[in-house]
């Protein structure tokens, strides 16, 4: 079936420096979506990016449809960016075809 | 904008208990889905639902009914709790193929 596959499963960080976190999935995805979730929050989406590099603040994301894969940069990581970050992908082949399937996350810690 | 609220926001109930879930949207999206996520593992559809009176079964819809009575609003029920389970259910809105947006969640413990 349809899987999404993030990397790292956690990384740990001083203030101030990037992370990269990787997103790869077996099916070609009509959409793709960054989620964070703070520790026992809800889901807060932070970009929708089938295609191309997008940006939001100190977050850039970039998705490279024929090869699978997307990435989301954090520059100049805080103690507060600390959190679960979800890559979620909708495709239009096979039975899951129109629906959100997520990745198991990516846990990062920011220390002071 | 708009907001989702589900509620309650703590559930907590006993084995073999059948346990009610809602979810409010006022985004007017015709699409509502409810997610379950178990500690360590990422968000498992459950069911979804593209209008009102509609429903559609996800990939863990065995052990739960739903009911999408008007646009704003999907129920979920979990017919029969299992002993010591304790998951995170979370309702989403979207406008049909595109963001979702999600609730706060509803965090259960069977005792």
């Known amino acids: 079936g349809q899987q999404v596959q993030q990397s790292p499963a956690s990384l740990v960080l001083q203030e101030g420096e990037n992370a990269e976190l990787q997103c790869n999935f077996s099916?070609?995805?009509?959409?793709l979506q960054w989620f964070y979730q703070s520790p026992g929050g809800s889901l807060v989406s932070l970009l929708s990016?089938?295609?191309g590099t997008k940006h939001t603040g100190r977050l850039t994301s970039t998705t490279v449809t024929k090869e699978r894969r997307s990435s989301l940069h954090i520059s100049s990581s805080q103690t507060t960016d600390s959190g679960t970050y979800l890559c979620?992908?909708?495709?239009?082949?096979?039975?899951?075809?129109?629906?959100?399937?997520f990745g198991h996350g990516t846990i990062l810690r920011v220390h002071p | 904008g708009g907001i989702i609220t589900q509620t309650p926001k703590f559930l907590i109930g006993q084995e073999g208990q059948k346990l009610t879930l809602k979810c409010q949207q006022n985004?007017?999206?015709?699409?509502m889905y409810w997610y379950r996520q178990d500690s360590g593992k990422g968000l498992r559809l459950i069911y979804y639902?593209?209008?009102?009176?509609?429903?559609q079964k996800g990939d863990l819809s065995e052990g739960y009914d739903a009911s999408r009575e008007k646009k704003s609003s999907f129920s979920l029920t979990v017919t029969s709790a299992q002993k010591n389970e304790m998951a995170v259910f979370l309702c989403?809105?979207?406008?049909?193929?595109?963001?979702?947006?999600f609730g706060p969640g509803t965090r259960l413990t069977v005792l």
């Open positions: 979620a992908i909708v495709s239009n082949t096979g039975a899951n075809t129109g629906k959100l399937t």
């Open positions: 989403a809105s979207s406008i049909r193929g595109r963001e979702q947006y």
């Open positions: 990016n089938p295609s």
């Open positions: 639902s593209i209008t009102e009176n509609d429903l």
């Open positions: 099916s070609t995805a009509t959409q």
């Open positions: 985004f007017n999206h015709d699409t």
